[in-house]
Antibody, heavy 121, light 107 residues
Framework: EVQLVQSGAEVKKPGESLRISCKGS????????IGWVRQMPGKGLEWMGI????????RYSPSFQGQVTISADKSISTAYLQWSSLKASDTAMYYC??????????????WGQGTTVTVSS | DIQLTQSPSFLSASVGDRVTITCRAS??????LAWYQQKPGEAPNLLIY???TLQTGVPSRFSGSGSGTEFTLTISSLQPEDFATYYC?????????FGGGTKVEIK
């Protein structure tokens, strides 16, 4: 079964750092782009960025460039989303999702279960 | 960035109704558009890609059409399990933006 399993919910204070993970299984991890999507409480989907685990080629939305870092460790089939200094406005659900082919053109067909990040003093 | 505008943002419909949702792009995106369904508390689910290709396992009552800047998602006969929020996403150029969503509720 193709699946993405994300790390568990996090509660952090403003200014703290955080890395959440997304582990792929059941398919060739290095040949499918992995994207990250934010969903703030009660709001819509926001595309944050994408990485190709095969060569770590990464693209960011301008809205998130410099605010987060996307990375991947292909040896353990895991993608990461990290913050160096969290803000209360980072409170959201974060999804990882696999692009359905070796290019991003055809949508994201497998999604992780989501990781809730709560940032509060 | 390419902006996607979905309309309506909310619609109320009955089981058996034909429902159409529109997604307009701020510039041409050829056919690089996907549609997703999201139910409360769940991750989104890919319904359609390349504007009109049905993802494996998605019921045939869902269909997509369009190219360039205007796209539609149609549900031919709304079923109870279709009450959800629907999003379009353009895959033509980075950033790969989403539309604002259309919430389909029971009338």
């Amino acid at each position: 079964e193709v699946q993405l399993v994300q790390s568990g919910a996090e509660v952090k204070k403003p200014g703290e750092s955080l890395r959440i993970s997304c582990k792929g299984s059941g398919y060739s991890f290095i040949t499918h782009w992995i994207g990250w999507v934010r969903q703030m409480p009660g709001k819509g989907l926001e595309w944050m960025g994408i990485i190709y685990p095969g060569d770590s080629n990464t693209r960011y939305s301008p809205s998130f460039q410099g605010q987060v870092t996307i990375s991947a460790d292909k040896s353990i089939s895991t993608a990461y989303l990290q913050w160096s200094s969290l803000k209360a406005s980072d409170t959201a659900m974060y999804y990882c999702a696999r692009c359905s082919s070796s290019s991003p053109y055809y949508g994201m067909d497998v999604w992780g279960q989501g990781t809730t990040v709560t940032v509060s003093s | 960035d390419i902006q996607l505008t979905q309309s309506p943002s909310f619609l109320s419909a009955s089981v058996g109704d034909r429902v159409t949702i529109t997604c307009r792009a701020s510039q041409g995106i050829s056919g690089y558009l996907a549609w997703y369904q999201q139910k409360p508390g769940e991750a989104p689910n890919l319904l359609i890609y390349s504007a009109s290709t049905l993802q494996t396992g998605v019921p045939s009552r869902f269909s997509g059409s369009g190219s360039g800047t205007e796209f539609t998602l149609t549900i031919s006969s709304l079923q109870p399990e279709d009450f959800a929020t629907y999003y379009c996403q353009q895959l033509n150029s980075y950033p790969l933006t989403f539309g604002g969503g259309t919430k389909v509720e029971i009338k």
